[in-house]
Nanobody, 119 residues
Framework: QVEIVESGGGAVLAGDSLTLSCAAS????????LGWYRQTPGNERELVAL???????KFADFAKDRFAISRDNAKDTVDLQMNNLKPSDSAVYIC?????????????WGQGIQVTVSS
């Protein structure tokens, strides 16, 4: 019942910036942690950045100096701002949504959006 809508992907040049947006709806109670993961062919899905309800953030080593993550609890959205993009950042980026139910939590994943960095 949770719906996740991702946007903002595309093709850019090395050094460019790009912002990914994710909007979630349909939580049983509320949404908890929100974040972005990424995956490339032949590799496991890996964390890019995570942000808690209270605004605490966690970044992968490759992202901590270049990316920023933010959320709007009123709109249930999470944005990932990516700066100084590198070809190695090319991947399918997947929005992660933690849903809080009455007695347990549920993990939800977006369908993923492509980011391609050239040069």
């Amino acid at each position: 019942q949770v719906e996740i809508v991702e946007s903002g992907g595309g093709a850019v040049l090395a050094g460019d910036s790009l912002t990914l947006s994710c909007a979630a709806s349909g939580a049983i109670v509320r949404f908890g942690n929100l974040g972005w993961y990424r995956q490339t062919p032949g590799n496991e899905r890996e964390l890019v950045a995570l942000i808690t309800e209270g605004g605490y953030t966690k970044f992968a080593d490759f992202a901590k100096d270049r990316f920023a993550i933010s959320r709007d609890n009123a709109k249930d959205t999470v944005d990932l701002q990516m700066n100084n993009l590198k070809p190695s950042d090319s991947a399918v980026y997947i929005c992660y949504v933690e849903e809080s139910g009455m007695n347990t939590d549920y993990d939800h994943w977006g369908q993923g959006i492509q980011v391609t960095v050239s040069s």
